[in-house]
C-alpha cells in the first residue's frame, strides 16, 4: 500500500487544489470527505478511484485494504486536505460525472423537480437536496451562480441524498422550456400580488418548483416563465421564510 506523509507530495497539493471549483474541473474530480459520505457513496456505488486513509481509521477498518486502490495518508495530510477543521482522516477520490449532450432530452418526468436559481450558501442547498430526496422529488438543478454541487461544504451539507436523486447543474431558463414543451407547469416562489396561497394549487404529479436567492428572490427572467408563483401564507410577525424552509414547505405541499 502506497503512504504519502509529507504535504510536498504532488498528489497532496493536487489533493488541495479539488477545494476550489477551478481545480476540480481542471482535474475532473472531487474528493468526498469523512466516513457517512464515503459510505453513503459505497453503498450508491459510486465509482470511488481511490480511498485515502489515515493509520488510525485503517486500523478501525482493516478490511478496507482490500478496496481496490486505497493510499494510506498521515493525519498531517487528512488535515491540509480537508475543508473541515477536525477531519475524521477517511476521503474518497471521485471522478466527477459527465453530463450526456442530451441530458435536458431524457429527465424523468414522472415526478417533480426542484430548481434552484443563484442559491449562495451551502446550508440551505444542502437542506434542500435532503428535503427533495425526502420528499420524492425526481432531482434538483442548479442554475446560474448556485454554489457548486461539488463544493466542500455542500457536499457535507447534502448529507448523502445527493447519490439518491438526479442533480443537474444546466441553465434553468432552458430548462423551464423543456418542462413547458412537455406540458409540466412550473412554479416560482417569488410573492407579488399575482401570487397563489400553495395550499389552493392541486400540483400534478410533475412539475418544477423554482427557489430564488436569499436576499434577491428569483430572476426577472425565470419570473417571466413561470406558470404560476406561489406563496406561504404567515400568521405571526416574522416578515418572511428562510428559502431552506420555505422550499421544505412548498415540496412536501404540493406533492402528495
Known sequence: MEKINSL????????KKLQT?????????????????VNEAVKAKVAIKTLLITAKQLATQPDLTKFPAVIEISEEVATHISATVTP???FALVTLPK?????????????????????QDPGNIGTMVRTAD???????????????????KVERAMQGSQFHLHLISTDLTTLVDRLHADH??????????????????DAPACFGLVMGNEGNGMSRELLAQTDQNLYI???????????????????FGLYH
Open 21 to 37: 471549483k477551478k481545480g476540480r474541473k481542471q482535474q475532473g474530480e472531487y474528493l468526498l470527505d469523512g466516513w457517512h459520505l
Open 8 to 15: 510536498q507530495n504532488a498528489h497532496v497539493k493536487a489533493w
Open 99 to 119: 453530463a450526456p449532450a442530451d441530458e435536458l432530452a431524457k429527465l424523468d418526468l414522472t415526478r417533480p423537480w426542484l430548481l434552484l436559481d443563484n442559491v
Open 233 to 251: 401564507p404567515i400568521k405571526g410577525r416574522a416578515e418572511s421564510l428562510n428559502v431552506a424552509v420555505a422550499a421544505g414547505i412548498l415540496m
Open 184 to 201: 409540466v407547469p412550473v412554479y416560482g416562489s417569488e410573492l407579488n400580488p399575482q401570487a397563489t396561497q400553495y395550499l389552493d394549487v
Open 134 to 152: 425526502a420528499a420524492g422529488f425526481a432531482g434538483v438543478a442548479f442554475g446560474r451562480g448556485t454554489v457548486d454541487v461539488h463544493q466542500p
Open 88 to 90: 475524521q482522516g477517511v
